[in-house]
């Protein structure tokens, strides 16, 4: 229950940090860290439009797609403490769930009937089929390494105190920066700010969406970049004592957002063939750390 709230707790600014750390990169004060929040929850007040062409499916999409994240969030452990569900495999639990909530947005897209969305929602179930081996042959490799498969077990059994061990956790540290970029449709995959439909890619999923369900949306991309920081967290917190942890989540909480605007403001979006095989590679070094692992078992 910790995690869930420390999480959510974290999902009130990390988006602000980011969008502070772009604006002083390029040489602007920008706006306040809450000004994300402050906007979502102006949405949330507001009603929604929906077109004469969508469905039941279009209106519940948002709903299912933010009940997703939660139920993924109550899987992640803070440090020794598990989320409110913990058992074994879990990870492949928290996967499909995110993948069950992104199943809904993209059918929220399509019946819209716009071609545009449908372009859009094609390239984010590709991108995402593409992440998911990344994921899971990265769990299992520390799944290996620890001989545990639960988020809890495997993060408190996880000790950082050789050189094998720094390798690793980093390796990890930036599958998981990387991966969350991805699935958050941040650069270098996606640019969030872009207005060109032909280049757009989760920004034209929800162009149909406003208020309340454009609002949701938001919140929830929000909820996955302290979810996603929360595992990273993890990977350092371990058996510390419950004040150190929550000081050393919500520093590398920051410290997570702060690299996702050094990422935004200095690196250039890839062209959209070149988004498959970044991903790919991705894969590759998640596969390289595994066999790096199996070896030393042997």
């Given at each position: 229950?910790?995690?869930?709230a420390?999480?959510?707790?974290v999902?009130?600014f990390?988006?602000g940090i980011v969008?502070?750390v772009k604006?002083?990169a ?6 306040g ?12 007040r507001?009603?929604a439009?929906y077109s004469?062409t969508?469905?039941?499916v279009?209106q519940i ?11 993924a ?11 409110i ?23 929220g ?9 449908g ?18 042959i990265?769990m299992?490799?520390l799944?290996?390494l620890?001989g545990h ?5 495997i993060?408190?059994s ?7 061990s720094?390798i690793?956790?980093t ?8 991966i969350c970029m991805?699935?958050?449709s ?6 969030p ?5 032909l ?17 949701l ?12 920081g929360a595992l ?5 917190i ?15 909480q920051?410290?997570?957002a ?5 990422i935004e ?6 062209r ?7 991903i790919l590679?991705?894969?590759s070094?998640a ?5 790096g692992?199996m070896?030393?078992?042997n």
């Open positions: 229950m910790l995690s869930f420390l999480i959510f707790a999902s009130l990390f988006s969008v502070k604006s002083i390029s040489g602007r004060k920008g706006p860290v809450f000004q994300p929040i402050c906007d979502i929850w102006r949405l949330l507001k009603g439009v004469r969508s469905s039941i279009f999409a948002p709903s299912i797609y933010f009940a997703s994240i939660l139920a969030m109550a899987a992640v452990p803070f440090g020794s403490q598990g989320g569900v913990s058992f074994s495999c879990d990870f492949v639990f928290f996967a499909y769930v995110l993948a069950l909530g992104k199943f809904f947005c993209i059918i897209a399509l019946d819209t009937g716009s071609s545009f969305e372009m859009g929602a094609s390239r984010e179930a590709l991108f995402s089929m593409l992440a998911e081996p990344a994921f899971f990265l299992g490799t799944g290996l620890t498969t639960s988020f809890l077990q993060f408190s996880l000790h950082i105190d050789t050189n094998l720094y690793l956790v390796i990890a540290c930036f599958l998981l920066i990387m991805i699935e958050n941040r650069m270098p995959v996606d640019d700010k872009t207005h060109l439909e280049t757009m890619i989760h920004e034209v999923m929800i162009l149909d969406n406003s208020g309340f369900d454009l609002g949306i938001l919140h929830a991309t929000n909820l996955k970049f302290a979810m996603y990273i967290a993890d990977l350092f371990g058996n510390l004592p419950a004040n150190i942890a929550i000081a050393a989540f919500f520093g590398i920051i410290a997570v702060i690299i996702a605007g050094i403001s200095f690196m250039a979006r890839f959209m063939s070149h988004n498959s095989q970044f590679v991705l894969s070094l596969l390289l750390m595994l066999l692992v070896l030393i078992n």
